[in-house]
């Protein structure tokens, strides 16, 4: 209205009228300019933690041993310490590091800490001012190799200092080799080079004093001295092969490409991995905490197949890999519930490699026993029970099939038959693994009670009810396997076994409650404080509030243990409203990693992943609904601050996206999804087979989060859940939502499982 006022005015030039007309078409291309996924990712979202670990805003192509982070405490800290070479682990330091340096050399060292500023991290690239210094930094990479671009402003000589830790470096024709050593007889090996030839090279004598040195010799740090010029690069390889291996790594990959170059194609990988899954509609900021999560569930696992070849830290060798990549770095504890189903929606082959990764783990191990925590550096065993057998049933029986199912059967039940039940450790089974095959359940010490038991860590206790839990869900996969291959007597066996949890169930109570050797309870006792640090010592890093709903495989029986349904809602409701029972800080200083409250649920760790979707079983999917929207609402944000609790490399980021997209695999082994509340109005999963499966939510809004009805491909749907196969066929999944909840829909069958005839006893 305003601008045809002015073109009706009579003295108006020309000029103006086409500057006037031009401003709204330029504004409006710009509105309708389209983004990438990749755009939407905010790498620094949770990068300040609540209590423990925060998130890193980790540079890496998706999958790529190739990683970095800033190399800080977290993003509050002042100063970086040096610039990274390769990150070899999630949370871990840099293996080498690169300093830049202009300045006196009497203030040279071995890594330099930068006050810095104008720091901007994608997925793909790193760009830091380097203040003090005056040091502009540019950052590129490919899978196993990058380029750093470095500007000096002073004009004075500069220097590069690189450094290994833990390692030696050797000089020789223009280049830099050399390696560190990590844990576990595993070596991460550089091969770098510089843009130009430095004037001199020198390293640090036992007296810090700065000597020259001579080519072929191995130091911990070498400083490279330029005398001319402003700019310089350095290219670099890694390896975990050898020195000669991470040559032909930069060879192949970045070797003269430019840094925008390198950016260009780290851009497409990252647009191609995120566009698996397209969303519209919605808020900007849930498109931003969704591709941001999304970006988080490809840093592990990593492949570290290199030109056909991978060396594995689970038998110490360098082995060919047969045109199978091998991926290692799995945190299998926190990756089984949702990470690894996710993999198996958008990259199914992928996920072969990796569960065929597993298996080769578990043959160049000394016992054949599947993996629980696989690392760079071996199999480390950590947190409690053995759930890569879940990986494996759930993805046999999601259509991925070509492994050894009966090799991997066996893997599975010597890890949970053969090695001990006890809490990280990767010893042969002893009295606890006897017990519970004797008896059905861990026992539980008394306070102040000494351990006896060789094999139990001092930290992490025994954990009877966790690992009993964890076990009788454990044992019940292995009964599927057998299943699967018509084992039937073993079948039998392990179905029994996977009624453990049960011996371990206060009737009066309606908790898990820890039982001594003799069969009686631990009292007095409570479901909040008991057990110590984490509540390990009945427990695992979670009290009993959240252990009460740790019966992934078999809700339905839980409900009967709790006396029905309605008892079962009401202890949901109990649960989210049941207070802390102490100040803040004496409740986090006992339970550190039970963060992200709401009363006593914790968004914060992964154990609780599965409990907002119980309603689902016992007709009240519209609760289910409000509290995702909630959860997701509080502690999901895209700020600093946005994640809970430990993420993890994708543990956390996975339910994220799955509650996002408007479903949820609660029990890994069965091919269903439990439905939530979708955040978009339309979500498209480009499935490996060719087909779309599409998630529309006509009406959807902040508010109108209440599903009011459903149709799968035209047909009424009145269940608050869909199989794997419906996915798999393509089609649309459509939902209409509204302000107030339908309480009818999804009430009507609330047997979820066996209902449906998904699986037959």
Not at 453 to 481: H, M, N
Not at 487 to 508: C, G, H, I, T, V
Request: one cysteine or more; proline letters at 5%; aromatic letters at 14%.
């Amino acid at each position: 209205m305003i601008i045809k006022k002015i073109l009706l005015g009579r003295a108006m030039p020309l000029f103006y009228i086409s500057l006037l007309l031009s401003i709204p078409l330029f504004a409006q291309n710009k509105i309708n300019e389209k983004k990438s996924p990749v755009d939407y990712v905010n790498p620094y979202m949770g990068n300040i933690s609540h209590l423990l670990v925060p998130t890193y805003p980790t540079i890496h192509l998706p999958n790529s041993m190739m990683r970095i982070y800033p190399e800080r405490r977290d993003f509050t800290s002042d100063y970086l310490h040096g610039l990274p070479i390769i990150v070899t682990s999630h949370r871990g330091s840099s293996a080498f590091n690169l300093s830049p340096f202009q300045g006196d050399i009497s203030e040279l060292r071995s890594i330099i800490p930068y006050s810095y500023d104008q720091e901007k991290i994608t997925p793909y690239s790193y760009h830091v001012f380097l203040d003090e210094q005056e040091i502009e930094v540019d950052f590129g990479l490919s899978h196993q190799s990058a380029k750093y671009g470095l500007t000096f402003s002073k004009n004075k000589p500069y220097y590069l200092i690189v450094n290994s830790r833990n390692g030696e470096l050797v000089w020789e024709d223009n280049s830099i080799g050399g390696y560190q050593n990590l844990a576990n007889n595993t070596r991460v090996y550089m091969f770098g080079t510089p843009s130009k030839q430095p004037k001199e090279v020198f390293t640090f004598s036992e007296s810090n004093e700065l000597i020259k040195v001579k080519k072929g010799e191995a130091h911990q740090t070498l400083i490279l001295k330029f005398d001319t010029g402003n700019r310089v690069s350095f290219e670099y390889g890694i390896s975990f092969i050898d020195k000669t291996q991470a040559s032909n790594n930069l060879n192949r990959e970045v070797k003269g490409k430019s840094i925008i170059k390198i950016h260009e194609e780290g851009r497409k990988s990252w647009n191609d991995a995120l566009g698996k899954i397209e969303v519209s509609g919605g808020s900007e900021e849930n498109k931003k905490v969704f591709y941001t999560s999304f970006y988080r569930c490809f840093e592990r696992p990593v492949c570290i197949s290199e030109d056909g070849r991978y060396f594995s830290a689970f038998d110490g060798k360098v082995h060919e890999d047969d045109d199978m990549p091998f991926y290692t770095d799995d945190w299998i504890w926190d990756s089984y519930r949702a990470h690894h189903p996710l993999r198996i929606l958008i990259d199914p082959d992928k996920e072969n490699d990796i569960i065929l990764s597993f298996l080769r783990m578990s043959e160049q191990m000394d016992d054949f026993w599947l993996p629980t925590f696989p690392e760079i550096t071996g199999d480390s065993r950590r947190m409690n029970s053995n759930h890569g057998v879940a990986t494996l049933i759930d993805a046999y029986r999601k259509g991925i099939d070509q492994f050894d199912l009966e090799k991997a059967y066996k893997a599975a039940k010597g890890a949970i038959t053969e090695k001990t039940l006890a809490p990280w450790s990767g010893k042969p089974a002893g009295y606890l693994s006897g017990f519970y095959g004797k008896h059905g359940y861990i026992p539980a010490l008394y306070p102040g009670e000494k351990e006896t038991v060789p094999e139990v860590s001092g930290f992490e206790k025994r954990q009877p009810v966790a690992v009993t839990l964890g076990t009788s869900y454990d044992d019940w996969c292995l009964a599927q396997i057998a299943k699967e291959l018509n084992f039937k007597e073993e079948s039998a066996y392990f179905l029994q076994r996977s009624y453990n949890y049960r011996n371990l169930f206060n009737d009066s109570t309606g908790f898990f409650h820890p039982k001594d050797d003799k069969g009686q309870f631990i009292k007095p006792f409570d479901y909040k404080f008991s057990g110590g640090t984490g509540a390990r010592e009945y427990y695992g890093e979670n009290n009993g509030w959240t252990y009460r709903w740790d019966v992934q495989h078999n809700i339905e029986d839980l409900i009967f243990l709790m006396g029905g349904k309605d008892n079962f809602a009401a202890n949901l409701d109990h649960t989210f409203s049941e207070s802390l029972g102490r100040s803040k800080n004496r409740f986090y200083a006992q339970l550190p990693d039970q963060t992200g409250n709401v009363g006593q649920f914790s968004m914060a760790n992964e154990p609780s992943l599965h409990i907002p979707y119980l309603y689902n079983y016992v007709g009240q999917p519209w609760k289910t609904q409000k509290r995702i929207r909630s959860l997701i609402k509080i502690w999901f944000r895209n700020d600093l601050m946005g994640v809970p609790g430990d993420e993890d490399g994708g543990g956390m980021s996975s339910f994220v996206v799955f509650s996002q997209m408007g479903f949820y695999p609660i029990t890994p082994g069965l091919p269903i999804y439990t439905i939530g509340s979708p955040f978009f109005e339309k979500v498209i999963v480009h499935l490996s087979n060719g087909k779309d499966f599409t998630i529309i939510a006509t009406g959807n809004s902040d508010s109108h989060k209440y599903i009011q009805s459903a149709s799968l491909n035209d047909t009424d749907l009145e269940v608050p859940w869909i199989s794997h196969d419906d996915i798999m066929k393509g089609g649309v999944l459509e939902f209409v939502m509204g302000e107030k909840a339908n309480k009818e829909w999804g009430n009507k069958q609330t047997n979820t499982i066996h209902s449906q005839g998904i699986l037959k006893d």
